[in-house]
């Protein structure tokens, strides 16, 4: 392993398709010359168009593999993906504060499939927001902010005291502005603006972008860096192919 080349680790599941999960989040970190770690959540039968089946992984499996990672190498940053619940996810993201409090963390908050298979109920919000102010970045979409957030978009999109994390929200399904992603800070709201490549829908695109964001956090990047860099990224694999799934390239 190259020492010139961060660590980046992504603790998602596995899309035996590899458009989503760690194998995309694999891909995208070799592209951006991170080494990547990756620990599973969950095994999953799935292609790029039907979700059938998951399978979730141990959490104290996934617990000691976490500890495992972090005893023997310097992680930079952190991308998690699936998981079952918000106490799996708190555990996970506990952890990780507690093995590395300075190790950047992102969550792409993967709450259904696109065939509405709900993996992830949120009954405590007070609990949620807990767990996200321990956590660097959350990307969700417009339909996923709305779960993490409710009334998120009819106030205008400017909850600031509900926000205990920084927000990436995805313009995928911005029906006012596609394309245009919204990046909610501490401070500040800035509008992340499409280019003009002509972009199709891709499985895991979320993943892409996430883990994309997470590579560029380990390259020392701010945040606002790293998602404007990470969107040149997922622009480039979204205009890749006309199929779901793209081909990854810098």
């Keep these: 392993m190259s020492a010139n080349r961060p ?16 194998l995309a989040d694999i891909k995208t970190f070799e592209q951006h010359k991170v080494t990547g770690f990756a620990i599973t959540t969950a095994n999953t039968i799935q292609t790029e168009n039907t979700f ?6 141990d959490l104290s499996f996934v617990i000691r593999s976490i500890e495992t990672l972090f005893l023997n190498y310097k992680i930079s940053a952190v991308k998690i993906g ?3 619940s918000l106490y799996d996810l708190n555990r996970i993201v506990s952890t990780l504060k507690m093995l590395s409090p300075s190790t950047k963390i992102v969550w792409d908050p993967v709450l259904r ?8 109920t949120i009954k405590d919000y007070s609990d949620l927001h807990k767990i996200l102010s321990k956590i660097d ?4 979409n417009y339909n996923e902010i709305e779960i993490l957030f409710p009334g998120f978009i009819s106030k205008n999109l400017r909850p600031q005291n509900e926000i205990t994390t920084n927000i990436l929200l995805k313009g995928g399904h911005n029906e006012s502005a596609i394309g245009t992603d919204l990046l909610f800070l501490k401070n ?16 895991g695109s979320g993943c892409v972008l996430s883990s994309a964001i997470a590579s560029n956090l ?3 990047q701010n945040i606002t860096e790293a998602c404007k860099n990470a969107k040149i990224y997922i622009e480039n694999y979204l205009s890749s192919s006309s199929t779901l799934i793209g081909y990854h390239y810098v």
């Design 7 to 22: 660590f980046v680790l992504t603790i998602a599941g596995l899309d035996p398709s590899g458009g989503a999960g760690i």
């Design 52 to 57: 059938y089946e998951i399978q979730w992984t």
């Design 113 to 120: 499939s696109t065939t509405n298979f709900e993996f992830m």
């Design 188 to 203: 500040e709201v800035l509008d992340l603006l499409p280019t003009n490549k002509k972009c199709f829908e891709k499985h």
């Design 82 to 84: 699936i998981v079952s």
């Design 218 to 220: 380990a390259l020392n």
């Design 137 to 140: 970045l959350i990307t969700p």
